[in-house]
């Protein structure tokens, strides 16, 4: 058992006295609705059971010290709860502080300090939400040990708040969402304008989810991100001037091709199609589902990832050459890109039969074109956060 090493770990390097605690949040896959989550559109991820295990201990100083299994290298890495703020130095502990602050921020101080080893087996950079598992860990972790009374769903609210304020990236609230709301077999269909959500069940009786990993590092993506991010407030600004909507979540794709014309840039209106044609995407894919034709599903989702190829421009060669050879195959109903993009993972919902076939022909033809290897997992649909011992 993975957590079993984690807490060996833990007490190696603090001692086996006290209370301990030993925790997993999931990490998640997004299967269709893409860069609409800051856009006031649909979303449609699952948690997985891959995650973040966390081993903690309340002390009674302020003293925070952080190890994680994943970054051995840089050891025990030490801080305290007062004048939390971002530090270089302070490298993935910027997210554990992050959650922490934004806590303080919003009423609940964390006084006392606390030791913390974390193992996350989701891979890294993969775009399957590693930083923001962590984040609802930590504010899971600390709920449990402060008895802070907030949800899962405040969980969510206060691991994005982090990550936007502390950390720096405006990230919607998708994977925090889909992390700490997760539910077994089941995709959360969730409006971000209004955080209304239904769980769906994912009943893929002969096929698998298999993630793609392209093992290319984001790099530049978090500026890029952002860019993005702001290219659709430009849009959103200039056709809202004209017909008055809210977010670009607001429209259906008549009424986008009828008003597109107010955005006056033309690499704006791209993005902007983008965000109105793949929330409605989403809607007729969870439609498509809940009627049992997943074929419909798969062809939403290659549709998602060409309007992220062409008009979005978040894929690059990486991302592309895992789908275009993805969608070759026999036996694969649908496969796009998954998360924020330039690099990250792709999702695919291969038949069963067709799996090692995948998984040995994309992963050639990869190999050949980007000069080097790919990952494949196949993943099942988990639950959000857990306390396990
Ligand atoms: C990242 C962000 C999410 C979402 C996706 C793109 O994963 O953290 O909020 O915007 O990119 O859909």
């Not at 209370?19 to 299967?31: K, L, Q, S, T």
């Not at 554990?96 to 303080?104: E, H, L, N, T």
């Not at 989810?209 to 290319?216: H, P, R």
């Not at 014309?261 to 439609?287: F, L, M, P, S, W």
């Amino acid at each position: 058992m993975v957590w079993e090493e984690v807490l060996a770990k833990f007490k190696e390097l603090f001692g086996d006295e006290g209370e301990i605690g030993v925790y997993f949040a999931p990490g998640r896959v997004n299967m269709i609705g893409e860069h609409t989550d800051y856009n006031g559109g649909h979303v449609f991820p699952c948690a997985l059971t891959i995650g973040t295990y966390g081993v903690a201990r309340k002390r009674e100083d302020k003293k925070l010290r952080f190890y994680s299994m994943n970054f051995e290298n840089l050891g025990i890495l030490e801080s305290s709860v007062e004048g939390l703020k971002p530090e270089k130095e302070a490298d993935w502990t910027n997210y554990p502080k992050g959650v922490m602050w934004a806590f303080g921020e919003k009423g609940m101080k964390v006084e006392q300090g606390m030791d913390l080893v974390l193992f996350g087996n989701i891979p890294n950079g993969s775009g399957l939400s590693s930083s923001a598992s962590v984040e609802v860990l930590t504010g899971f972790i600390l709920r449990d040990m402060f008895g802070f009374d907030v949800t899962n769903q405040d969980l969510a609210l206060i691991g994005q708040y982090s990550e936007n304020k502390f950390n720096g990236v405006n990230c919607g609230i998708m994977d925090q969402f889909a992390i700490a709301m997760g539910k077994k077999d089941h995709a959360i269909f969730l409006d971000t304008a209004t955080l209304k959500y239904e769980y769906a069940p994912i009943k893929l009786e002969n096929a698998k989810i298999v993630i793609s990993c392209s093992n290319k590092k984001r790099g530049l993506g978090d500026s890029k991100y952002n860019e993005r991010r702001s290219e659709c407030e430009t849009a959103l600004a200039q056709i809202g001037e004209t017909i008055g909507i809210n977010t670009l979540g607001d429209l259906t794709e008549e009424e986008f091709e009828q008003y597109k014309g107010a955005i006056k840039d033309e690499v704006c209106q791209k993005r902007a199609k983008h965000a109105v044609y793949e929330n409605q995407r989403t809607i007729k894919a969870v439609e498509a589902l809940k009627n049992n034709d997943v074929a419909l599903f798969g062809e939403l989702m290659n549709a998602s990832h060409v309007s992220l190829r062409d008009d979005y421009e978040v894929t690059g060669i990486e991302l592309d050459t895992l789908v275009e050879e993805a969608w070759k195959i026999d036996g694969v109903i649908g496969s796009r890109m998954t998360g924020a993009g330039f690099g990250g993972c792709t999702v695919s919902i291969v038949k069963n039969d067709a799996v090692d076939t995948f998984i040995e022909k994309v992963g050639a033809a990869y190999q050949e074109k980007i000069g080097y290897a790919a990952d494949f997992y196949v993943v099942e649909i988990g639950d959000g956060p857990v306390k396990i011992k």
